[in-house]
C-alpha cells in the first residue's frame, strides 16, 4: 500500500528539517527524569513564572475583570478591586466589541494599537502610526509572518546571529529559506564587525543566495548582550547599502542589568540618523509581553512595528493574518497595559513600581551571581549577562570529554548537559542549538531560578562541572585556554 499523507516518509520535507533545541532531547529527558520523581530545575526556557515569579497584581485585577465583566456590575466590587483597576477594565471592555470573547479586528484592537503607537512615540522621540501596528500571539507569531512574506523559496537568505535563538532558523527551515549566519564575537562580549557581515553576504552570494534580510536580537539571546548606538548604526547603514530589511527583536528591551549600555531601539537610532537611511531602510521591530519584569508567556501577547514598508505590502500582511482571524485578545489587553503603564498618582501606582522594580532589582543581582558562580568553575568561562533573561557559558571540554561523546553518539556539549540533568537535575540548552563556532561549547540556562535559590544551584553545578572535569582531563598538558 502506498504511504499515506502523514506518514512519516511522506511529510513534507521542511517539516522533517525543523531543529528546536530549548524544547529538544535535554527537555525531554527532563521530563521523563520528573516524572521518575525527580526535582528538576527548568533552567532551558525564558518563562519566569514557572520559576516562581509572582504576576504583577495591577494587570492581573484589569484582566480578571475583564474577564469576569458581571463583577462590575457588583455593588461590592469596589471592596475587591481598586478604582483604577475598575476603571481601565471599563477602558478596554469598551474599546472590544463583544468582550474578551469576540475576535478582534485581525491586526488587534484599534484603540490597543493606539497605546502601543503611543508607547513608542515616548520612547524614540518620533511618530509611530498604530495602522502600521499588528498585534501578535506574543512575539513569535510576527516573526513566522514576516519571515513567511520574506522568504519565497531555498535560495532567499536571511541572515542570523550566531548564537541565535532557534525561532530564526527553525522558521526559516519551515518556510524553505535558507540560512545565513553572522557570528557574534564571544571575547570582544558578543559584539559583532561589519566586515564580518560582509563577509557573510559575499559568502552567501557565491553560493547563488539572495541575501534579503538581517535579524538582531537587542537585547541578545543566549548571548545577554546589548548592542550600542554605534553598533545600531552600523548595522543600519549596512541594510541600506545591502538592500536588506531589518527584522529588529527586541522583547528583552526591558531587561537590563548595567547602566554603561542602556536599550535604544532600532527605529529611534535609525530616525536618529536622518536622510537616506530614515525613509529608505524597511525596519520591523518586534516587543512581547513575555518577558522585562512581566514575564507574562502563557498569555501569548506581542506586536510588531512596520517602518518605511510600502502600503501594498501591508496589505498583504494584513492578508496573512486575516487567516487566523484576531489575534489572542486577553494578551491584547495586557499589552495595552504594559504599554500604558500606571502614572505617579494612581491608586495602585506605588505598588506596581514595587513589585517592578523588585523583580528587575533581583534580576540584576542573579545575573552577577551566575556570572561570578560560572567563572568559579574549572575551564568554565562567561561574559557578564548584561540583558534579556540568560547566561551562556563557554565550556572547555577535556579531549577526553569530546571523544566520550563520540563514543556515546552524542554531540559534545549535549553529551555535558546530559550529564549535568542527571546529576543535578538542572535542565539547560547546549550551546550547538544555538549556534557556535566549530570546536566551542557552550550552554545557555536562564538567570530565572529564585533568588535565594542561586546560591544552591550554582553550588551544585561548580559541584558536578570540577568532578566532571577531574574524571575527563588529561593532567598531563591540558589546562584553561
Known amino acids: 500500500m502506498a504511504p499515506k499523507a502523514l506518514d512519516y516518509e511522506s511529510l513534507n520535507e521542511n517539516v522533517k528539517k525543523v531543529q528546536y533545541a530549548v524544547r529538544g532531547e535535554l527537555y525531554l529527558r527532563a521530563s521523563e527524569l520528573q516524572k521518575e520523581g525527580k526535582k528538576i530545575i527548568f533552567t532551558n526556557v525564558g518563562n519566569p513564572h514557572a520559576l516562581g515569579q509572582r504576576p504583577l497584581t495591577f494587570p492581573r485585577q484589569v484582566v480578571a475583570l475583564c474577564q469576569a465583566p458581571f463583577l462590575l456590575d457588583d455593588p461590592n466590587v469596589g471592596l475587591i478591586f481598586p478604582a483604577d483597576a475598575i476603571a481601565r477594565a471599563k477602558h478596554y471592555l469598551s474599546l472590544s466589541s463583544g468582550g474578551l470573547g469576540a475576535y478582534s479586528d485581525s491586526r488587534g484592537i484599534p484603540g490597543v494599537r493606539k497605546e502601543v503607537a503611543e508607547y513608542i512615540e515616548r520612547r524614540d522621540g518620533y511618530p509611530s502610526d498604530p495602522e502600521l501596528i499588528y498585534l501578535t500571539d506574543g512575539a513569535s507569531k510576527g516573526v513566522m509572518q514576516i519571515l513567511n512574506c520574506i522568504i519565497r523559496g531555498e535560495g532567499d537568505g536571511i541572515m542570523v546571529p550566531i548564537p541565535q535563538y532557534p525561532l530564526y532558523s527553525a522558521t526559516i527551515s519551515l518556510f524553505g529559506g535558507s540560512l545565513v549566519p553572522y557570528y557574534l564575537e564571544e571575547t570582544a562580549n558578543w559584539g559583532l564587525d561589519v566586515n564580518d557581515l560582509r563577509q557573510s553576504v559575499a559568502n552567501a552570494r557565491s553560493n547563488g543566495i539572495t541575501v534579503r534580510a538581517m535579524v538582531i536580537i537587542n537585547p541578545g539571546n543566549p548571548t545577554g548582550q546589548c548592542l550600542s548606538e554605534a553598533n545600531l548604526r552600523e548595522i543600519i547603514r549596512f541594510c541600506y547599502q545591502e538592500n536588506l530589511v531589518l527584522l529588529g527583536d527586541e522583547v528583552y528591551q ?60 501591508v496589505d498583504e500582511i494584513y492578508k496573512i493574518a486575516s487567516i487566523s482571524l484576531s489575534p489572542n485578545v486577553p494578551a491584547q489587553i495586557f499589552m495595552g497595559l504594559m504599554v500604558n503603564p500606571l502614572k505617579r498618582g494612581d491608586i495602585s501606582f506605588d505598588q506596581f513600581v514595587r513589585e517592578s522594580k523588585g523583580i528587575l532589582e533581583s534580576l540584576r543581582r542573579r545575573a552577577r551571581l551566575m556570572t561570578d558562580g560560572f567563572n568559579s568553575c574549572r575551564n568554565v568561562v562567561c561574559n557578564f549577562t548584561e540583558g534579556a533573561m540568560y547566561s551562556f557559558p563557554q565550556i572547555r571540554l577535556p579531549p577526553r570529554a569530546i571523544e566520550a561523546a563520540k563514543q556515546a553518539g552524542k ?71
Request: hydrophobic share 30%; with cysteine.
Open 254 to 313: 526591558q531587561n537590563i542589568y548595567q547602566d554603561e549600555r542602556p536599550f535604544v531601539s532600532s527605529k529611534k537610532t535609525m530616525m536618529d540618523m536622518g536622510l537616506p537611511f530614515s525613509k529608505e531602510v524597511q525596519l520591523v521591530s518586534f516587543h512581547s509581553v513575555s518577558k522585562g519584569y512581566w514575564g507574562e508567556c502563557g498569555q501569548r501577547g506581542g506586536y510588531f512595528e512596520m517602518t518605511n514598508i510600502p502600503p501594498e505590502t
Open 411 to 481: 554531540v559534545p556539549d549535549v553529551f555535558y548537559c546530559l550529564k549535568l540533568l542527571e546529576a543535578t537535575g538542572i535542565s539547560t540548552v547546549p550551546g550547538s542549538g544555538f549556534g557556535q563556532k566549530e570546536g566551542v561549547f557552550h550552554l545557555r540556562t536562564t538567570i530565572l531560578p529564585a533568588e535565594e535559590d542561586m546560591p544552591e544551584i550554582m553550588s551544585s553545578f561548580k559541584k558536578f562541572n570540577d568532578e566532571f572535569m577531574e574524571q575527563y582531563e588529561d593532567h598531563r598538558g591540558y589546562s584553561r585556554m
